[in-house]
Nanobody, 123 residues
Framework: QVRLRESGGGLVQAGGSLRLSCAAS????????MVWFRQAPGQERELVAA????????YYADFVKGRSTISRDSAKNTVSLQMNRLVPGDTAVYYC????????????????WGQGTQVTVSS
């Protein structure tokens, strides 16, 4: 059974940092893209960052580019998202997801999802 389990969310003041982790299990993720989406109340789920498991190629949405880093640890089967200089607009539930092949912006095209972790940034 494939599982993605997020951790690392919480409450942080604006300007602070958080590191989200996604523990992946149940299959090998070679050939997969591992991504982070986020969803704020009343908003659509949006792609934050992505990484190809094999090559390590990354993608960042403009709203996190330059202040976030996505990485994967193949030995531990984890994907992490380091977020710095957080702003209240980053408040959302953050989800880890996976799909075979390249990343897409469309949530329904992802095969596997975690349960989400709440990130709240206070001003």
């Amino acid at each position: 059974q494939v599982r993605l389990r997020e951790s690392g969310g919480g409450l942080v003041q604006a300007g602070g940092s958080l590191r989200l982790s996604c523990a992946a299990s149940g299959r090998t993720f070679a050939g997969y893209s591992m991504v982070w989406f986020r969803q704020a109340p009343g908003q659509e789920r949006e792609l934050v960052a992505a990484i190809r498991w094999g090559s390590g190629t990354t993608y960042y949405a403009d709203f996190v580019k330059g202040r976030s880093t996505i990485s994967r640890d193949s030995a531990k089967n984890t994907v992490s998202l380091q977020m710095n200089r957080l702003v209240p607009g980053d408040t959302a539930v953050y989800y880890c997801a996976a799909r075979i092949g390249s990343y897409t912006y469309t949530p329904y095209e992802y095969e596997y999802w975690g349960q989400g972790t709440q990130v709240t940034v206070s001003s």
